[in-house]
């Protein structure tokens, strides 16, 4: 079973620290990584997409893909409350196929 | 504006009745899925389709049945052979290039009793 693992938390940060989320998957296989955001109730919005090792920055927010060890991360600089919330990580399979697979989500909350 | 709109946003029905939930997306996107979130768990696939009149199973496709007719649209149907129905019901759209990015509608929570 190929599977997404993610600490579910929760993450608690104080407002303007960086908060670091990580991700493992196991098939190495894997070729596109992405960070949602959910609020509770809500549906996930793409914040992050990352295809290739090393780091990919947009504003407050920075992906980091190690394909060697099989991990990706998130890191969210200067952290607002508004922040707080679950983060899901998800894997695209392998080429060929349209399956997404998604971990559980960390849960983050930010303190004013 | 473009996006992936879903409805209704809150669905009741008594056990037994089946149900039918709408997904129309005008992305222009080939794929389309269908997932079910329960309380602090993450998202399971029931369905999903990479072209029009062609769909897989995904994980936990027993109780659900789909069509994709036309490009736009995904409906899910929710059958009484659904043992636990009610939850929080979310469709996805992307790209046809297996590289692309997932699009979430705002969901249907479906509560039966």
């Known amino acids: 079973q190929k599977e997404v693992e993610q600490n579910s938390g929760p993450l608690s940060v104080p407002e303007g620290a960086i908060a670091s989320l990580n991700c493992t998957y196991s098939?190495?296989?894997?070729?596109?990584f992405f960070w949602y955001r959910q609020y509770s109730g809500k549906s996930p919005e793409l914040i992050m997409f990352i295809y290739s090792n090393g780091d990919k920055e947009d504003g407050r927010f920075t992906a980091q893909l190690n394909k060697a060890s099989q991990y990706v991360s998130l890191l969210i600089r200067d952290s607002q409350p508004s922040d707080s919330a679950t983060y899901l990580c998800a894997v695209k399979a392998v080429s060929g196929t349209y399956k997404y697979i998604f971990g559980t989500g960390t849960r983050l909350k930010v303190l004013a | 504006d473009g996006g992936i709109t879903q409805s209704p946003k809150y669905l009741f029905r008594k056990e037994g009745q089946n149900v039918t939930l709408s997904c129309e997306q005008n992305?222009?996107?080939?794929?389309m899925y269908w997932y079910r979130q329960d309380p602090g768990q993450g998202l399971r696939l029931i369905y999903y389709s990479q072209i029009v009149n062609d769909f897989q199973k995904g994980d936990i496709a027993e109780g659900y049945s789909v069509s994709r007719e036309k490009k736009e649209s995904f409906p899910l149907t929710v059958t009484s052979a659904q043992k636990n129905p009610t939850a929080f019901y979310l469709c996805?759209?992307?790209?046809?290039?297996?590289?692309?990015?997932?699009?979430f509608g705002p969901g249907t929570r479906l509560t039966v009793t």
């Open positions: 098939d190495r296989g894997s070729q596109s």
């Open positions: 992305l222009n996107h080939d794929a």
């Open positions: 996805a759209s992307s790209r046809a290039n297996s590289a692309y990015e997932q699009y």
